[in-house]
T-cell receptor, first 112, second 117 residues
Framework: GDSVTQMEGPVTLSEEAFLTINCTYT??????LFWYVQYPGEGLQLLLK?????DKGSNKGFEATYRKETTSFHLEKGSVQVSDSAVYFC???????????FGTGTSLTVIP | GAVVSQHPSRVICKSGTSVKIECRSL??????MFWYRQFPKKSLMLMAT?????????EQGVEKDKFLINHASLTLSTLTVTSAHPEDSSFYIC?????????????FGPGTRLLVL
């Protein structure tokens, strides 16, 4: 069945460091891929998404490219800030809609 | 963007009581809403899919008689945890699918933290 695998955390980085959070998926067909962010005590917010192969989603300095050949959607940011500290979830859904499949989440802490 | 609200944001109840959680789409119609449960340091697990005007579809292992879902209108779905027990303590999150669902995006509510004593 469909599934998402994320790198386990927690991840601790210094401010301005480069961030990569790995995400790979298993799905038939061509799913849409998402990154959601959850700040402490809050619900999930859509960070970025890509709906077809080779698409690049980007928002707030974060980027992720939909790689069909490696079934990956790694999240990257060139220079993290303290305010980026949160839990990041990779997710997929079929283009026919409905259920989201989430990774286990990766906790990121950025220290000054 | 589309906004989904949940009420209450936090609730503490005694074991054996029932708790109702509301999920509302504030500026769009949602024919389908989803209820998730998030365990500490774990991912979100889909509990059920709520369709307006019909019975909810529950995921395997979720007790439908314990987690009652009602989707009476295009902007409101409710989850009632009946006869709550301490093991039901969790973070419950709803999401709503925009209709028409052109971009396959779901919008998530801020979550409800339930603590059963």
């Amino acid at each position: 069945g469909d599934s998402v695998t994320q790198m386990e955390g927690p991840v601790t980085l210094s401010e301005e460091a480069f961030l990569t959070i790995n995400c790979t998926y298993t799905a038939t067909g061509y799913p849409s891929l998402f990154w959601y962010v959850q700040y402490p005590g809050e619900g999930l917010q859509l960070l970025l998404k890509a709906t077809k192969a080779d698409d690049k989603g980007s928002n707030k300095g974060f980027e992720a490219t939909y790689r069909k050949e490696t079934t990956s959607f790694h999240l990257e940011k060139g220079s993290v800030q303290v305010s980026d500290s949160a839990v990041y979830f990779c997710a997929l859904t079929r283009n026919t809609g409905n259920q989201f499949y989430f990774g286990t989440g990766t906790s990121l802490t950025v220290i000054p | 963007g589309a906004v989904v609200s949940q009420h209450p944001s936090r609730v503490i109840c005694k074991s054996g009581t029932s708790v109702k959680i509301e999920c509302r789409s504030l500026d769009f119609q949602a024919t389908t809403m989803f209820w998730y449960r998030q365990f500490p340091k774990k991912s979100l697990m889909l509990m059920a899919t709520s369709n307006e005007g019909s019975k909810a579809t529950y995921e395997q292992g979720v007790e439908k008689d314990k987690f009652l879902i009602n989707h009476a209108s295009l902007t409101l779905s409710t989850l009632t945890v009946t006869s709550a027990h301490p093991e039901d303590s969790s973070f419950y999150i709803c999401s709503a699918r925009v209709w028409p669902n052109i971009q396959e995006t779901q919008y998530f509510g801020p979550g409800t933290r339930l603590l059963v004593l």
